[in-house]
């Protein structure tokens, strides 16, 4: 079995989307899906599953959720190795002794048409980007809530993102290298 980890945007925010991690994990075992641990209210998941593809993953899940709850959330699906990858090619390693100023959005898809000039207009000078295939790094020193760069990034992207905080990444990274029973 591989180990995957989903990224659920918009849930349990602002009284919208509500989702009980427990009533979550008890979805997502229903679908046959091992060893399903949450990680905070805003959805992070880590479980084990015999799938082939992150997409088909991510569809079964937000039809789940439809299903028992009546909405249907943005679920980002990677692999462990994903996850590792993003840590591995994280370009401000100085930051994660802050984690909470470091932010990583993991992209749906590559971004084939970012407005560069739009990101670099909208930072500020405490902050800095850098753009992969996958995911979008910001490191904002003046904190994430202020940042106009960090509100505007999937506007400025064209694709759909969901963003977690270095610590945040850090203990699901954790997480899915941890043996399971």
Known sequence: MKTWIALFRGINVGGNNLLPMAELRNDLESLKLKHVRTYIQSGNVVFQSNAKTASSLSKKIRTQVEKQHGFKPQVLVLSCEDLQAAIQSNPFPDATAHPKTLHFFFLEKPATDPD??????????????????????????????????????????????????????????????QETP
Request: glycine share 4%; hydrophobic share 40%; aromatic share 10%.
């Open 116 to 177: 560069i000039d739009a990101l670099n207009n909208a930072k500020s000078p405490a902050e800095n980007f850098r753009l992969t295939d996958r995911v979008f790094f910001l490191h904002s020193q003046d904190g994430f809530a202020r940042s106009k760069l960090a509100s505007n990034v999937e506007k400025y992207l064209g694709v759909v993102v969901t963003a977690r905080n270095y610590r945040t990444v850090e203990k699901l990274a954790s997480m899915a290298e």
